[in-house]
């Protein structure tokens, strides 16, 4: 079984900056693409970016020139910079990657916390 680790979320003021990153327990093949999820208080999860094996990158309108995903293919790892963060960005954020065969992880998610 993989396990998906996140780390790097925290409380912040409104305009602040982020950087969470994700990273496997064990090495995983095959990777199809990884993303990030978040959901906030009272909503469904929604996708806030992806990026594939082959470094195709897609965001949420919400997000898009804010934040900004990158990937170490090798390394399974993938990150999130977040900057100018404003209270709708609150939330915990999730790490998801998935895998040629139909496999889906999820990690534990860490929470991002915007005061205004």
């Known amino acids: 079984q993989v396990q998906l680790v996140e780390s790097g979320g925290g409380l912040v003021q409104a305009g602040s900056s982020l950087r969470l990153s994700c990273t496997t327990s064990?090495?995983?093949?095959?990777?199809?693409?990884m993303a990030w999820y978040r959901q906030a208080p009272g909503q469904q999860r929604e996708l806030v970016a992806g990026?594939?094996?082959?470094?195709?990158?897609s965001y949420a309108n919400s997000v898009e020139g804010r934040f900004t995903i990158s990937r170490e293919n090798v390394e399974n790892t993938v990150y999130l910079e977040m900057n100018n963060l404003n209270p709708e960005d609150t939330g915990v954020y999730y790490c998801?990657?998935?895998?040629?065969?139909?496999?889906?992880?999820w990690g534990q998610g860490t929470q991002v916390t915007v005061s205004s």
């Open positions: 064990r090495r995983v093949i095959d990777v199809n693409g």
């Open positions: 998801n990657l998935q895998a040629w065969g139909g496999y889906d992880y």
């Open positions: 990026i594939t094996s082959s470094g195709k990158i």
